[in-house]
């Protein structure tokens, strides 16, 4: 069974799924488009290093394995609708919901919860809505609140080595066969934010038109890279 997002196909082989990473590139709720060349492989290769150093630190993924250029082996999970954001710092939507001024600290790792539906923009919902709605269970909820929170907090750390700054970060979970909740998709610069003294390594580049988004991106696997051989 195959299924192609906006910027992955997803294709299942019995135990296993390959995830392709596509060249492609969207923003606003895919409004905004582009082919950007080579960006598929820098994205599943920051994933693929990403996810490696989760597991060193006993976080589950659904990485198995990296086929270059631009392909991940990965366990089969039935994901959850649910783009689950945890911001460490105000900036993108919360600001302009809820005012204040980009990169102002928050005082403790805040979640939220969106579902995923591109015409109705994404809509944000909490646990009781998960519920009401049937898309996770409130234990399933917590669940990843849980783990969104310690992933985030690890790769926080991660990039502090090289003093680059996580503002905010989006996962998709699933379920494995045993009903584990497994962190899913992808880690790249297409769903965080990260920035160094002020300067963008992240898909803001693209959204707001300030330049080369794969200059960035390729200098984020780089980094990545040189951080994970230390
Ligand atoms: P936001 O401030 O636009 O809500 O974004 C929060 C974080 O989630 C940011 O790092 C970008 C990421 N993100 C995605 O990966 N996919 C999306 O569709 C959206 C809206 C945000
Ligand atoms: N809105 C998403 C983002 O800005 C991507 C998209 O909708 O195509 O990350």
């Known amino acids: 069974m ?12 019995g135990d296993y799924a390959l995830l392709e990473f596509k060249d ?8 905004k488009h582009d082919v950007l060349t080579g960006k598929g492989s820098i994205c599943a290769e920051t994933t693929a290093i990403l996810m490696k150093y989760l597991s060193e630190k006993d976080i589950k993924t659904h990485l198995v ?28 939507s919360f600001v302009r919901r809820y005012g204040g001024a980009e990169g102002e600290d928050l005082p403790v790792p805040l979640v939220e919860f969106f ?9 944000m919902v909490c646990v009781d809505h998960l519920e009401i709605l049937g898309i996770a269970t409130r234990e399933q ?3 990843m609140k849980e783990a969104a929170v310690k992933i985030t907090l690890a790769l926080k750390e991660f990039f502090e080595r090289a003093n680059f700054e ?4 989006k996962y ?27 300067e963008i390594f992240d898909k803001d580049v693209y959204r707001r038109d300030l330049g080369d988004p794969l200059k960035k991106y390729r200098e984020v696997l780089e980094l990545c890279r040189s951080l994970n051989s230390q």
């Not at 192609?4 to 299942?12: A, C, D, L, N, S």
């Not at 579902?115 to 809509?123: A, T």
Request: aromatic content about 6%; proline content about 7%.
């Open 2 to 13: 195959n299924y192609e997002g906006k910027t992955k196909i997803v294709k299942v082989t």
């Open 24 to 31: 492609d590139i969207t923003a606003g709720d895919g409004l």
């Open 65 to 92: 394995e990296y086929i270059p250029p631009r392909t991940l082996k990965v366990i089969p999970l039935k994901m959850f609708p649910l783009e689950v954001v945890v911001r460490l710092k105000k900036a993108g």
């Open 115 to 123: 579902i995923k539906d591109d015409e109705r923009h994404d809509p």
């Open 141 to 143: 909820a917590e669940k």
């Open 166 to 169: 996580l503002w905010d970060i």
């Open 172 to 198: 998709e979970f699933g379920l494995d066969k045993d009903g584990n909740v497994v962190l899913g998709d992808e880690i790249s610069p297409d769903t965080f934010r990260l920035r160094k003294k002020g």
